[in-house]
């Protein structure tokens, strides 16, 4: 069997949407031929995959600078510095603005690169220790694919570069310090012998970006043994249930809140039958616009809760709430929480942003509906409302069939496809190209 080095800064038991995609690799390649070996930063006692885990340290470089300038380093600085905290009144602020400023900096490329030296050494280990055929990294963080590429130059082996996100570098930091991150993460990019990412859109992206390196695009999915006998008794009210972060407003349900408020003010639903639950944190600004539309009474803004029991809510939910990044640089991306809502077998109501490859998966499997104006999302929880009146559930119409091409195992049998296309292909020139004297080790202050 072939061996491949997973690099991947969150794994389970870590409770991440981060962690999901390469615990599905790790599960399910040795199905089609790929032993992974993760490495890692040390995780917390739970259950995780098989696979061999490499565990490093990791440094957290925003806790050394606080205790360099004698800050609590389990204390947030606005929190220490006294700065408001609410994202609006904080935007306004230059002391504010000066601090966001300085975090990019202190912080480049992302926060997690204290992990760098330790996974450097990891990787040195495995050249001695753990002979490998091939490198895939996932991210982000960027810092997973400066460490690809770093195993590359040192294990001499082909690397994938598989990008769960194009758009992380457009939101973070300064202007500059995002147009750096950028600029370094195509440099890096550029050296993969192959990409993957996780819509067909954002794969024509990247073969845009990298005509000359081959990109695929392999969705995210779910685990169908952690779903397999899983039902849950529907609610007894017409729950709308959200699982996950917004993103401070990043993802805004507005559109959702301003419908409800009309339905019921006009009698079209009842109060006493509708609930509306967020099971994320507590942000100042989502409980402020549930009040503002006058939904107190059946909107319920509960707390981050574990995995475990965000899908028994999903199970039991008479629909789930889905809202994709309203952000034009986000246009083809499709949320991770989309396959765990499909596992969940319950119907999907999405919005935010503009039709896309959401709006096919849910219209192909009968799952849900994508709706972009009031009016659709207005004749969606009518028509699902009579039915939840009429027979105390709401009816989820997608087949086996249309869920399945979307569970782990399928994810990983693609995957193993572009190792093996990848390895294959790049037999004939690896040595030479792994011989360019520009190969040299990143290196970054921490």
């Not at 098989?50 to 600085?77: C, M, N, S, Y």
């Not at 975090?103 to 690169?113: A, C, G, I, V």
């Amino acid at each position: 069997m072939r061996r491949v080095l997973l690099i991947c800064h969150s794994y389970p038991p870590r409770q991440t949407i981060g962690a999901v995609r390469p615990a599905g690799l790790a599960k399910y390649l040795p199905q089609f031929g790929w032993e992974p070996i993760v490495l890692t930063p040390h995780l917390p006692p739970g259950k995780r995959p098989a696979a061999k885990v490499i565990e490093t340290d990791e440094q957290d470089v925003l806790r050394r600078w606080k205790a360099r300038f004698g800050l609590d380093p389990g204390q947030g600085l606005h929190e220490q510095l006294k700065l408001p905290q609410s994202s609006a009144a904080a935007a306004d602020l230059r002391s504010s603005r000066a601090l966001y400023w300085m975090k990019s900096w202190l912080t480049y490329p992302d926060r997690t690169k204290g992990w760098l030296p330790f996974a450097r050494k990891a990787i040195c280990d495995v050249a001695q220790q753990e002979p490998v055929d091939m490198i895939l990294s996932t991210a982000p963080p960027i810092t997973t694919h400066l460490l690809g590429l770093e195993a590359r130059k040192i294990l001499r082996r082909p690397w994938v570069a598989d990008c769960r996100d194009l758009w992380v570098p457009a939101r973070n930091g300064s202007k500059l310090a995002r147009r750096m991150v950028g600029a370094l993460e195509r440099r890096t990019l550029a050296q993969a012998d192959a990409l993957v990412t996780v819509s067909s859109p954002w794969a024509e992206k990247l073969r845009q970006q990298y005509p000359a390196k081959p990109a695929f695009a392999i969705t995210n999915g779910f685990d169908a043994e952690e779903f397999a006998g899983g039902d849950e008794e529907l609610t007894r009210t017409f729950s709308i249930t959200y699982t996950g972060n917004l993103y401070s407003g990043w993802r805004d349900p507005n559109l959702l809140f301003e419908t409800l408020a009309e339905l019921l003010q006009a009698g079209t639903l009842a109060g006493s039958d509708v609930r509306l639950r967020f099971f994320c944190p507590r942000d100042p600004w989502l409980t402020a616009a549930i009040e503002r539309y006058g939904l107190r009474e059946v909107a319920e803004v509960g707390r981050w809760v574990p995995r475990e029991e965000a899908l028994r809510h999903q199970r039991e939910s008479q629909i789930l709430l889905l809202l994709s990044l309203n952000v034009p640089i986000y246009s083809g991306g499709i949320p991770g929480k989309l396959f765990e809502y499909l596992a969940a077998g319950r119907p999907i109501l999405a919005f935010g942003g503009e039709r896309g490859v959401v709006d096919e998966i849910l219209e192909e499997s009968g799952a849900g509906k994508f709706t972009t104006s009031k009016d659709e999302m207005r004749a969606f929880l009518v028509k699902a409302y009579a039915e939840f009146r009429a027979q105390g559930a709401v009816s989820h119409r997608a087949g086996p069939g249309a869920i399945d091409r979307y569970t782990h195992r399928e994810m990983a049998r693609k995957f193993a496809q572009v190792l093996d296309e990848t390895m294959e292909r790049a037999k004939p020139s690896l040595r030479t190209r792994l011989a360019d004297p520009e190969n040299q080790t990143l290196t970054f202050v921490s």
